[in-house]
């Protein structure tokens, strides 16, 4: 997987197997360590918080350190082969250290726990409990059965389960930016994916108590919430009564009308169902972040047909012209699949066009892998050789390089609004945070600004993947 800027991700390469450290905030303490790693995209990292959380109410403490914890738990992502790879890599060197301790625990989470089920504890033998993403609150049952003496699972998927209640403790963020997870699950069967088997079906979370969080967040200093979900534009939840019912579009506008100084980010938009009304919203709220993750998969309409993505090109085109309509300065991005079964060299060439045609600002560009389980292994064949996978990534991602970079050369000579993350990665003498169309600008940091402030910064020049400036009046 190919991603071409450093920022708040979706699926962020950088954060891949990141562990997990809380303040235990809770009164009881077990003398019990819990190590948390998270692979894949942003709502596993969400949902380490949710289980994290959990466990330090049941009296654990987390470490960083894996080799001194009493229990690892690796929460893992499925989509494609080479992310489930890497989790069997990992657990070989947790192999290693429980060798020389065997009271540790170790647990698996997540899409793959999901995927293979009790499988796993015949597969991977060092693993002592698997617990899938609707499972989470079965946790405690589930440490007890390990400290009997058994193995345990528990795989069962929910209709209902959206954690709404447990209010994840975000100590090792950056104390400004947050993700809150709107929904769980997803519904749309594209045929190349196998979140629909790991994540179960659609339910949207509680509206009052997303609003809740984001104020409760804003109150500690945040200043950017990121609304997660498979598809957002599908986010409905009604009241139990059925009197109140708030759409995604009405959802924004709650958690923009927080604070003025709250900005929201979404992701993901899907483009058969993202509405005027939701741009509309997005045009008349300063402060929701002017940028949409609308993933296109193939530019080719036959290609999407049996990706069963139910849009075609002329949809998505469509779709394009009315952000470009209504919110001029929106950037886009999206997700490429470089290789899909029977893909032609014409049908992978209108991808490239149709890249042509948005110039997105960013893109997340992958080579097809066959998922067991999914439509796509069933009906069709995954019969692209790899080299020519290869071949049109690198094309997909030669074109992206090219149009990132135009798109972050229109900003120079602007003054953008920044919020103010941290410290750069490369240098403390500069700050890094992003502008409104989610591009990282890097600018010398003066004294009288701090992180979680908004600052002007005239952007000055850019290097492939960043924009750089100084801050003005
Ligand atoms: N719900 C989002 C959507 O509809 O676009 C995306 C979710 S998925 C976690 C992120 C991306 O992974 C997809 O947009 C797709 O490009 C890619 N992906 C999913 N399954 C894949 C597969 N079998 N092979 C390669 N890429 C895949
Ligand atoms: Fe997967 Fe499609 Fe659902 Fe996205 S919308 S999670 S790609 S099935």
């Not at 409990?129 to 440490?143: F, K, M, Q, S, W």
């Not at 345990?152 to 809150?180: C, H, K, M, Q, W």
């Not at 890249?355 to 997340?364: G, L, R, T």
């Not at 050789?385 to 992206?400: A, C, F, G």
Request: hydrophobic content about 35%; overall charge negative.
């Amino acid at each position: 997987m190919y991603n071409l800027q450093s920022s708040v991700k979706e699926h962020d390469e950088a954060r891949q197997g990141e562990a997990l450290m809380l303040e235990s905030t809770s009164t009881k303490n077990n003398g019990r360590k819990l190590y948390i790693e998270s692979y894949g995209c942003a709502m596993n990292f969400s949902d380490s918080e949710i289980v994290a959380s959990i466990m330090t109410g049941m009296g654990f403490e987390t470490t960083a350190d894996y080799k001194e914890a009493d229990v690892i738990f690796i929460n893992t992502c499925s989509i494609r082969e080479n992310a489930e790879q890497r989790v069997r890599n990992r657990l070989r060197e947790f192999g290693a250290v429980k060798s020389r301790n065997p009271g540790m625990v170790v647990g698996v989470l997540g899409c793959m726990a999901e995927r293979l089920k009790s499988k796993f504890l015949e597969e991977e033998k060092l693993v002592d409990v698997v617990v899938g993403p609707d499972a989470y609150r079965d946790l405690p049952n589930l440490i007890d059965k390990v400290d009997d003496g058994s193995r345990a699972v528990n795989v069962l998927l929910s209709r209902e389960e959206t954690y709404a209640d447990i209010n994840p403790v975000r100590l090792n963020s950056n104390g400004i930016t947050a993700f809150i997870s709107i929904m769980r699950g997803c519904d749309n069967m594209c045929s190349f994916c196998v979140v629909p088997f790991t994540r179960g079906r659609e339910r949207s979370r509680d509206a009052h108590s997303i609003v809740k969080e984001a104020q409760e967040l804003f109150a500690l200093g945040y200043r950017e919430v990121t609304l997660l979900g498979q598809n957002v534009d599908s986010y409905k939840w009604t009241s139990e009564d059925g009197t109140e019912s708030v759409n995604f579009a009405g959802l924004l506008e709650q958690v923009a009308l927080v604070s003025p100084d709250l900005r929201i980010r979404f992701s993901t938009s899907h483009p058969k169902d993202i509405t005027d009304e939701v741009l509309y919203t997005m045009a008349q709220h300063e402060n929701i972040c002017k940028y949409i993750h609308l993933p296109i998969q193939s530019g080719n309409s036959r290609v999407l047909e049996i990706m069963n993505r139910t849009y075609d090109r002329e949809w998505y085109t469509e779709r394009i012209n009315s952000i470009r309509r209504i919110i001029p300065e929106c950037a886009i991005s999206t997700d490429v699949i470089a290789g899909f079964c029977t893909e032609t060299e014409e049908e992978h060439k209108d991808t490239l066009s149709m890249m042509d045609y948005v110039k997105y600002d960013f893109a997340y560009m992958f080579m097809y892998s066959e998922r067991p389980g999914t439509l796509a292994a069933k009906r069709f064949t995954d019969d692209i050789p790899d080299d020519v996978k290869k071949r049109r990534l690198n094309e997909i991602v030669r074109k992206q390089q090219q149009h990132s970079h135009e798109r972050l050369l229109q900003q120079v000579g602007k003054i953008q609004k920044v919020l103010i993350e941290g410290f750069s990665k490369k240098s403390e003498l500069d700050y890094a945070g992003r502008n409104d169309q989610n591009a990282t600008v890097v600018f010398p940091a003066e004294k009288n600004y701090k992180p979680g402030q908004y600052v002007n910064v005239f952007v000055e020049r850019c290097t492939t993947a960043t924009l750089i400036g100084k801050i003005v009046e």
